[in-house]
């Protein structure tokens, strides 16, 4: 069974860098701006808009707006051992890319194997740990639900095919699906 959770992609954000603000030109540019240029305009909106203008210029040289992607919500089986594998594991595939041998194709081959290893055993884990009580518990729909299928089945019938018999009633497919998860919570609970 593969699982996926489904990860939205990130929309840029805007933001204003300091990195290399000096604080004291930024107040010195600001001091010998010539805002009274803008009292040439008779009506008092044109002279704030030009105001702002002077004063948005000043700010965009000393304090420039960049773009950048804001830090994807982590999954919540992710480690910090995952994390350093998956970083070794991407190291290697660049290297195999730039430099194609069979001893750096074993080495990336063998990390993938391992991280994909270490993604299950944390996804168990995980499970154990958010799921130990069953449906009953309150972390079980939240824990469960991102796995599953995000489309709508507006408009199809779910057939479900059950020890050679297919069984199309909504009613009796919910009540299989329910013991299948169910049962399966139990037996995590068990173990």
Known sequence: MK????????EKTQYRSFKNLDENELFRDIGQAHLHVAYIFDDIDDVCWMQDTLL???????????????????SPFMNGELRREINYKRKLRHTFEKYRSKNNFENFRHQR????????????????????????????????????????NHGRQLCLLENELVIS?????????????????KDMRVK
């Open 113 to 152: 194997n391992k991280v994909s290893k270490l993604k299950k055993a944390a996804i168990r884990n995980d499970f154990h740990e958010r799921c130990g009580g069953g449906p009953e518990s309150r972390d079980f729909w939240p824990t469960i639900k991102p796995f599953l299928s995000k489309g709508s």
């Open 56 to 74: 948005a210029e000043i700010i965009d040289e000393h304090i420039p707006v960049k773009e950048g992607k804001p830090k994807q919500n982590k």
């Open 169 to 185: 009633d909504p009613n009796a497919v919910t009540n299989i699906f329910n013991n299948h998860f169910s049962k399966v919570a």
């Open 3 to 10: 699982i996926k959770n489904g990860v939205k992609p990130t």
